[in-house]
């Protein structure tokens, strides 16, 4: 797979952050907590460079709950404090808002003593597209401040949102690098649902997702399209074709189980795909961590 998407207004977006930064206390970067590498900008930490900083592992709900942990340990010891998030719930908010206010404790004692009160802390968040950044300034704000939408790249324009008394927010849009490091991060952004679907084959994303979890969450793939383990064990082995087409079949016989038929009973793949890829994006195969720390 070959993607290289850079929209032009994500190269304007860049410059801007540059130039707000030199007005910025404290920048958190949101990450998708199944995937937390895949979803890091790599233009953010040498952009954010001698900033106050804070990683959310958003989607929390949808990742595991012992590699949660593990990340947050990951970062703590490059000298980050890492917060799980779910911003549909507000899990993490609370913890959030203290935590930005804690950073800033020192400084905000400074100032006082300078005579500048009632200065407020100035927060940037910064994330790709479609991590959730909008839904969860929403549940910060308590308000829809922000436009919350299900593609990626929805928000466009920069605003200040008041937080509270002490905090005041800069929203940015989401940034995007323009060329992907390698496969694996492009699969583990299409499979997550940030890279925009009209660019991508869907039955080869769920191709390759299909073969992700055969691999590493069969458990969880069987139990939730009610496969028999012993009959998929049975068509990983089979040694007369190509590894690919014993892939294939099981996205098939899920396809089958799912009611996927066409006339001459064929199975649609491209519908049993977009199954697939939702329920994936959407938690109902289970709380899953792509990239285990």
């Not at 020192?106 to 100035?122: A, P, T």
């Not at 073969?211 to 590493?216: D, F, G, Q, R, S």
């Not at 069969?218 to 990983?236: A, G, H, T």
Request: charged residues 35%; positive net charge; hydrophobic residues 35%.
């Amino acid at each position: 797979m070959n993607i290289n998407w850079y929209p032009g207004h994500m190269a304007k977006t860049k410059k801007q952050i540059i130039e707000d930064l030199k007005i910025i206390d404290v920048v958190i970067e949101l990450l998708d907590a199944r995937i937390p590498i895949s979803s890091q900008n790599p233009n953010i930490a040498e952009i954010t460079k001698g900033k106050k900083k804070i990683i959310i592992l958003n989607k929390c709900d949808l990742a595991d709950d012992k590699e949660n942990q593990r990340w947050i340990e990951y970062f703590k010891k490059k000298g980050i404090i890492a917060i799980p998030t779910d911003a549909n719930s507000g899990k993490g908010i609370n913890q959030l808002i203290k935590t930005i206010e804690e950073l800033m404790e020192e400084e905000q004692k400074k100032q006082s003593e300078k005579g500048r009160i009632g200065r407020k802390i100035r927060v940037m968040i910064l994330g790709i597209p479609n991590v959730g950044k909008s839904s969860l300034i929403n549940r910060i704000a308590k308000k829809s401040s922000a436009g919350v939408g299900n593609k990626p790249g929805v928000t466009k324009q920069k605003q200040w949102i008041r937080i509270n008394e002490k905090i005041e927010l800069l929203d940015t849009p989401g940034v995007l690098w323009p060329k992907f490091e390698s496969q694996e991060v492009a699969l583990n952004l299409a499979f997550t649902g940030t890279i925009k679907e009209e660019i991508l084959d869907k039955i080869e994303i769920a191709y390759n997702l299909i073969k992700y979890l055969v691999e590493n969450e069969r458990e969880k793939l069987c139990k939730r399209y009610k496969l028999d383990s012993k009959s998929v064990n049975e068509i990983l082995n089979r040694k007369d074709r190509p590894e690919n087409e014993n892939i294939y079949e099981i996205m098939l016989e899920i396809g089958k189980k799912r009611g996927c038929i066409i006339s001459g009973g064929n199975i649609d793949d491209e519908k049993t795909a977009r199954i697939i890829l939702d329920e994936f994006k959407n938690g109902i195969l289970g709380k899953i961590t792509l990239e285990k720390c």
